[in-house]
């Protein structure tokens, strides 16, 4: 590594600590009130009457409209629904309806009730899930449901089921995966790292190295398994926001899980072990993903733009970043 490629002496080199983040207000969401006329009068006809409670849900970080509605008759619906103004969000929300309702009957997820496009707009009925959103800090017996979930989603899923191939599954790439490793070679200039990483560029750039060769499967996972997208029922938890399954090994949205069960305290490394997702994987291919994960969330999204992004996923992707390191670090004796 050059001396330009080396965190100057007159600016930090390392990070410090990162406030948890409260997964259950990450949101920023338009009121009831806002949606179209057209698009109330539909969900009013799928309730059965005008809704008398409206929920509007705290997490996630997209900006389209999500909430619990409850009719008169006691009717309830989970609504998602985003219109021309932000095209990117009401992109997602089409593709969560088509994708989650190609899902196998096994997967614990919710169910699809009804789907309309009008006016510009997408919405979409969600089975209203009784429980409640996975929060943290993770209670021990929560992050094992959502664990065993997880579990029986990833074999439900493999080989891929025609239907949801049809779907238009893409393949997950490494191209946000690389950053040790365009550090490395000049093409990123250096960041402050965490303090346990920090002055090990080229060793966390050959670590990096090989994550192409993990991401090259047939296998089909989750894509974004996150605690605002479990959930929580009576012995019991469901796997939400099926918005973008890609060809990946399952045992790399296990490791994404485990990342937040390892800042929250947990035995991360044990519990990954201990899944069935990680049968065959190697302690070198753990550490390469647990590097790729960790690079990309301290080179962060600068770009994201706020009228479909929520702020808060700065502070989910540095708290994350620490996370990951400190899980690495661990396991490298750093």
Known sequence: MTAAQTPTSSGPTSLGPA???DYAATAIRPA???????VRARISAELGGEPQTVSVAGGGFTTGFAGRLRSASGTELFIKAAGPLTPEVREAYRDEARITAALPSEIPAPGVRFHADMDGW?????????????TLPMRT?????????WATAAEALNPPP???????????????????QNVASGETPPIPLPPKLSGRWEELAAIETGTDRILATGQVSHGDLRPDNCFLGDGRAWICDWTKPRFVPPWVDTVNLLVVANGDGHDADRLFWAHPTADGVTG???DTMLAA???????????????IVSPAIHAHMRWGALAAADWLANRRGW
């Open 19 to 21: 406030a948890r983040l």
């Open 32 to 38: 009831y009130a806002t949606l179209p006329a057209s």
């Open 122 to 134: 997408t919405v979409t009925g969600f089975e209203a899930l009784q429980g409640e959103p996975l």
């Open 141 to 149: 017996g929560a992050l094992g449901l959502v664990l065993d979930a």
């Open 162 to 180: 025609p239907a949801l191939l049809a779907c238009g599954i893409k393949p997950k790439t490494a191209a946000n995966l690389s950053f040790f």
């Open 284 to 286: 070198d291919e753990l």
């Open 293 to 307: 994960i960790t690079g990309a969330l301290l080179a962060g999204w600068n770009g994201a733009p706020r009228w």
